[in-house]
């Protein structure tokens, strides 16, 4: 059985959501309940390459991957979980004098926010990252702090913990209305029942476009399906290999076990719900690594997977309280850099619950920014 009132109702049961109701249960709220239709980090999160990182072009964003790198680096501490947490750093290949430019603009940012990131030569970046070519090659950006952990140990230790502060988590239950009086959430509905609330936080990811039409709240996030591979175990690969992002054709790689994860855009993927894998985006993967690694082409593809990444108008994310209803908070949109942004995101959410002021002002990510055409581009995105 579902319980029959909640305080809040966390809908979601990725990163965000277990986060959200981990930061809320440990904070006191009594009555939380998570509702996840499906598997506990069965969304989008169990598909995320696993990259945590602070370098980003827009200050917002520096701060929240900043603030969930610290979370990350004490998560073990804080929950007993452990995560997996490599901190090789992310490294970012760059081949154009206007990308170079921009990367020098965001490394001072990034600096100037106590992030310790820093442009190098292609020589520097062949030495951290020794499967890559440095053809074409003009400078590249490292930050040693960054690196990558994995998602669904995240999403256990933050559900196992909002459990041991008194938080229910609901499993294989799926929301199939909000009910709202006025401007008054009054419960949500569940395939196990009704549960009475005043409060919804919606972190459904993709498919938080729908969530939101039921309390008549108008989220814009598409699905967009984005692919990676795992190869055989490559001979003599550096334990410390960073994240090497390819930033012209968006390649990128990182060590998985004795092999590499690697996975790039696809600019002919059309946005939909459709997880399985298919190979016509290879010949554009293969034509990046010939481009920037050839070695890579040489390894065999051991396995793959196919995710959903979660995309807003400028690929930024959203994240605020609905104006048109009363207590209906959403984290969502976040466009492939969610799993970083989960630790952070917790924190801010709950504040906004709480009638607190949070550690850094997302008012700009609020939903009604398209509507008040105030976008906010992010440039540093794979």
Same mark, same amino acid.
């Given at each position: 059985m579902?319980?029959?009132?909640a305080?809040?109702?966390?809908?979601?049961g990725?990163?965000?959501?277990?986060?959200?109701?981990?930061?809320?249960?440990?904070?006191g709220v009594?009555?939380v309940? +998570?509702?996840?239709?499906d $598997?506990?980090?069965s969304?989008?999160t169990?598909?995320a390459a696993?990259?945590v990182r602070?370098q980003?072009?827009d $200050?917002?964003?520096?701060? +929240?991957?900043?603030r969930s @790198?610290e979370?990350?680096?004490r998560?073990?501490?804080?929950?007993?979980q452990?995560?997996?947490?490599h901190?090789?750093?992310?490294l970012?290949l760059l081949s !154009?004098?206007?990308?170079?430019a921009?990367?020098?603009? /965001?490394?001072r940012?990034?600096n100037?926010?106590?992030v310790p990131?820093?442009?190098i030569?292609p020589?520097?970046?062949r030495?951290?990252?020794?499967?890559i070519?440095?053809?074409?090659? @003009?400078?590249?950006a490292?930050?040693? =702090?960054?690196?990558?952990c994995t998602?669904?140990?995240v999403?256990?230790?933050? &559900?196992a913990d &909002?459990?041991?502060?008194?938080?229910?988590v609901l499993?294989?239950?799926?929301? !199939?209305?909000? =009910?709202?009086?006025?401007?008054?959430i009054?419960a949500?509905?569940?395939?196990?029942? %009704? *549960?009475a609330t /005043?409060?919804v936080?919606?972190? &459904?990811? #993709?498919w938080?476009?729908a969530v939101?039409a039921?309390?008549?709240?108008?989220?814009?996030?598409?699905?967009?399906?984005?692919?990676i591979?795992?190869? =055989?175990p490559?001979?003599?690969l550096?334990?410390?290999l960073?994240? !090497?992002?390819d930033f012209?054709?968006?390649?990128?790689f990182?060590?998985?076990?004795?092999?590499? @994860?690697?996975g790039?855009?696809?600019?002919d993927?059309r946005p939909?719900?459709d997880?399985a894998?298919?190979?016509r985006?290879i010949?554009?993967?293969a034509e990046?690594?010939?481009h920037r690694?050839p070695?890579l082409?040489?390894?065999?593809r051991?396995?793959?997977w196919a995710g959903l990444?979660?995309? !807003?108008?400028d690929h930024?994310a959203? *994240?605020? =309280?609905?104006?048109s209803?009363?207590?209906f908070?959403?984290?969502t949109?976040?466009?492939?850099?969610?799993?970083?942004?989960g630790?952070?995101?917790?924190?801010?959410v709950?504040?906004?619950? @709480?009638?607190?002021?949070?550690?850094?002002? *997302?008012?700009? +990510?609020?939903?009604?920014?398209f #509507?008040a055409?105030?976008?906010?581009?992010?440039?540093? %995105?794979?």
């Amino acid at each position: 059985m579902s319980p029959r009132t909640a305080d809040v109702v966390v809908i979601g049961g990725g990163v965000m959501g277990t986060s959200i109701a981990r930061h809320l249960a440990s904070a006191g709220v009594p009555d939380v309940v +998570l509702v996840e239709r499906d $598997e506990l980090a069965s969304g989008s999160t169990s598909k995320a390459a696993g990259g945590v990182r602070a370098q980003f072009s827009d $200050e917002l964003n520096i701060r +929240l991957g900043a603030r969930s @790198l610290e979370a990350f680096g004490r998560f073990e501490r804080d929950t007993g979980q452990h995560i997996g947490l490599h901190r090789v750093g992310y490294l970012f290949l760059l081949s !154009t004098p206007e990308e170079v430019a921009s990367f020098e603009a /965001s490394v001072r940012l990034q600096n100037s926010l106590g992030v310790p990131s820093r442009m190098i030569d292609p020589a520097e970046a062949r030495r951290l990252s020794p499967l890559i070519t440095t053809d074409g090659l @003009l400078a590249a950006a490292f930050s040693p =702090e960054d690196g990558h952990c994995t998602p669904e140990s995240v999403v256990h230790g933050y &559900a196992a913990d &909002a459990r041991r502060h008194g938080a229910t988590v609901l499993r294989h239950t799926e929301v !199939t209305g909000i =009910e709202v009086r006025g401007q008054d959430i009054t419960a949500v509905v569940t395939t196990r029942g %009704r *549960i009475a609330t /005043s409060t919804v936080i919606c972190a &459904a990811g #993709a498919w938080s476009r729908a969530v939101g039409a039921m309390a008549g709240v108008d989220l814009p996030v598409e699905p967009l399906r984005r692919q990676i591979a795992v190869t =055989e175990p490559v001979p003599e690969l550096p334990p410390d290999l960073p994240m !090497t992002i390819d930033f012209t054709t968006s390649l990128y790689f990182h060590g998985e076990g004795p092999g590499l @994860l690697l996975g790039m855009s696809d600019p002919d993927e059309r946005p939909g719900f459709d997880t399985a894998t298919h190979d016509r985006w290879i010949p554009r993967l293969a034509e990046a690594m010939r481009h920037r690694a050839p070695v890579l082409l040489d390894l065999r593809r051991t396995g793959g997977w196919a995710g959903l990444y979660e995309i !807003t108008p400028d690929h930024n994310a959203l *994240i605020g =309280e609905a104006t048109s209803v009363s207590r209906f908070l959403y984290a969502t949109g976040f466009s492939g850099h969610g799993f970083l942004q989960g630790p952070a995101v917790g924190e801010v959410v709950r504040d906004l619950y @709480l009638g607190r002021v949070p550690f850094v002002d *997302i008012s700009p +990510l609020s939903a009604g920014r398209f #509507a008040a055409d105030a976008p906010r581009p992010e440039a540093n %995105r794979v």
